[in-house]
């Protein structure tokens, strides 16, 4: 009789399932991570900013030797000596802009004054930079003199608020004043504005007096 091989499908064992347990992985080791990713970028940033240091460094002693250079090439003692001249004008200046040229005052009195009015005292006083106070006593030929010569005032630009007084006649017949005036100076100033011309006036008048000045 032939041996037969009796083969079975059926396992006599049972299976064993094999499971593979899936690894958690341990807060310690998280927080690991996360510190060497901080300190990675600590050192860079550490890094980055040693070297922007050291460019600005490089770059600020650059412009300087740079500045010293153009400095030298000007020569200090020539913009020193250029700087204490410019101090000079300028102080110049002031003095000239803020200076009162009486001068102009008198040619003004010429242009205005008339042949039969004049005065024998003249003083003035500078009450402020803009305006000077005029004090002077005279006579004229006549009291028509005296209005004209008012009325000549009053049309000047440099010679303000004219007022005669104390108007009386004199042993000899002609007639004595006082007179007082302010002086707009900024008118009469080496840098200002120039007196407006002033019409033309007439030099004398008929005295009504028998006694002439």
């Known amino acids: ?4 091989v009796t083969t079975s499908f059926i396992p006599k064992a049972a299976l064993k399932v094999e499971r593979t347990e899936v690894k958690r992985a341990s807060p310690v080791a998280l927080v690991n991570i996360i510190a060497g990713a901080i300190l990675i970028v600590t050192i860079l940033s550490a ?48 003095l000239l802009k803020n200076h009162t040229a009486l001068s102009q005052l ?7 004054m008339l042949t039969n009015v ?39 630009s440099i010679i ?5 007084s104390n108007v009386n006649i004199s042993k000899t017949g002609s007639i004595l004043f006082e007179f007082t005036a ?11 504005v120039s007196a407006t011309p002033t019409e033309v006036l007439p030099t004398s008048v008929p005295p009504t007096s028998p006694q002439g000045i």
């Not at 153009?70 to 004008?89: C, H, Y």
């Not at 303000?160 to 005669?164: H, L």
């Not at 302010?182 to 200002?192: K, L």
Request: a negative charge; glycine letters at 6%; proline letters at 3%.
């Open 1 to 4: 009789m032939d041996d037969r």
């Open 106 to 112: 008198f040619d003004e009195l010429e242009k205005l």
């Open 182 to 192: 302010v002086i707009d100076t900024t008118r009469i100033g080496y840098t200002g």
């Open 47 to 94: 890094g980055g900013i040693f070297g922007f240091e050291k460019y600005l460094i490089q770059s600020v002693e650059s412009k300087r030797q740079s500045l010293e250079r153009s400095r030298a090439a000007f020569e200090p003692a020539t913009i020193k000596e250029l700087s204490r001249l410019d101090t000079r004008i300028a102080a110049g200046s002031t």
């Open 118 to 156: 004049r005065f024998s005292n003249f003083s003035y006083d500078i009450a402020d930079p803009t305006r000077t106070l005029l004090s002077a006593s005279g006579e004229a030929a006549s009291f028509n003199a005296v209005a004209l010569q008012s009325d000549a005032f009053s049309k000047s």
């Open 160 to 164: 303000t608020d004219p007022v005669f």
